[in-house]
């Protein structure tokens, strides 16, 4: 596989990240998805907003996946200090033939944040 597989950011758009939120605010999922979308994204990686990962505990949450990839979230984002992070996280996972990437070389953050890693989903014989 390379980079022209495409792959999925998904970001959750509902996430208060332990904060109280008013209704007419935006929340700080909104804030991270809004930021992500004004940076130059690598070639090949979809964003997607999704209203709820089921991750309240752990702030701000994210999902990498792809066709025959290992799936993973990761959380405690902040949209104010993690973007760059996960723009870089995005990449590696891109050019990881099956979205492993090797613990040390992921970002900082995703080392010590990763929520869960899903294996790829195997066609039904």
């Given at each position: 596989m390379s980079k022209t597989v495409p792959?999925?950011?998904?970001?959750?758009?509902?996430?208060?990240?332990?904060?109280?939120?008013?209704?007419d605010e935006k929340r700080q999922g909104t804030l991270?998805?809004?930021?992500?979308?004004q940076e130059t994204l690598?070639?090949?990686v979809k964003l997607t907003a999704v209203?709820?990962?089921?991750?309240?505990?752990?702030?701000?949450?994210?999902?990498?996946r792809g066709k025959n990839r290992w799936t993973y979230v990761y959380g405690n984002l902040d949209p104010?200090?993690?973007?760059?992070?996960?723009?870089d996280g995005a990449s590696r996972y891109l050019?990881?033939?099956?979205?492993?990437?090797?613990?040390?070389?992921?970002?900082?953050?995703?080392?010590?944040?990763?929520?869960?890693r899903i294996p790829p989903i195997e066609a039904a014989s």
């Open positions: 792959i999925e950011l998904l970001v959750c758009t509902s996430c208060r990240a332990g904060r109280a939120a008013p209704e991270l998805f809004e930021a992500i979308k690598p070639e090949n209203a709820c990962l089921a991750n309240c505990d752990h702030g701000c949450s994210i999902v990498l104010r200090q993690h973007v760059e992070t996960i723009l050019d990881a033939a099956d979205g492993r990437v090797p613990w040390r070389e992921r970002p900082e953050h995703f080392r010590k944040n990763c929520i869960a």
